[in-house]
C-alpha cells in the first residue's frame, strides 16, 4: 500500500520560512517524478513546483519563484519544499503528488499524478 505523508506546515508571520516534507512508502520513490500543489478555500488545486526523478530538473508556478526550492532525496524517500518570504497568499493545504514518469509533464496534469498525500496546512499571517 503507497502512502505519501507530508509534514512541516503550520501558522507563520509574513516574511517567514516554513519548510515541508514529504515521505513515500510502499512505492519504488526514484520512479516517480514528484511535485508540489496547492489548495485554498474556494479555489481550484494549484501546482506549486515539481522535480524530475533524479532531481535534476526543477519548476516552479511564477507566483512562487525566487522564494520556494524543490529538492529530493531519493535515499530517505523524501521530497522537501523550502518556503521563503512567505505571503498571506500562500496561504493552502498543501500536497506532494507522485507521477510514474521521469518528468513532472507539461503544466503538471493533475490525473497524471497517482498518488497524494493527506496535505498538510499552510497560514501565513500578515
Known amino acids: 500500500q503507497v502512502q505519501m505523508v507530508e509534514s512541516g506546515g503550520g501558522l507563520v508571520q509574513a516574511g517567514g520560512s516554513l519548510r515541508l516534507s514529504c515521505t513515500g512508502s510502499?512505492?519504488?520513490?526514484?520512479?516517480?517524478?514528484m511535485a508540489w500543489f496547492r489548495q485554498s478555500p474556494g479555489k481550484e488545486r494549484e501546482g506549486v513546483s515539481c522535480?524530475?526523478?533524479?532531481?535534476?530538473?526543477?519548476t516552479y508556478a511564477d507566483s512562487v519563484k525566487g522564494r520556494f526550492t524543490i529538492s529530493r532525496d531519493n535515499a530517505k524517500n523524501t521530497v522537501y519544499l523550502q518556503m521563503n518570504s512567505l505571503k498571506p497568499e500562500d496561504t493552502a493545504m498543501y500536497y506532494c503528488?507522485?507521477?510514474?514518469?521521469?518528468?513532472?509533464?507539461?503544466?503538471?496534469?493533475?490525473?497524471?499524478?497517482?498518488?497524494w498525500g493527506q496535505g498538510t496546512q499552510v497560514t501565513v499571517s500578515s
Open positions: 503528488a507522485a507521477r510514474p514518469s521521469i518528468t513532472c509533464g507539461a503544466n503538471w496534469p493533475r490525473r497524471e499524478y497517482n498518488y
Open positions: 510502499g512505492l519504488t520513490f526514484d520512479d516517480y517524478a
Open positions: 522535480i524530475t526523478r533524479t532531481g535534476a530538473s526543477t
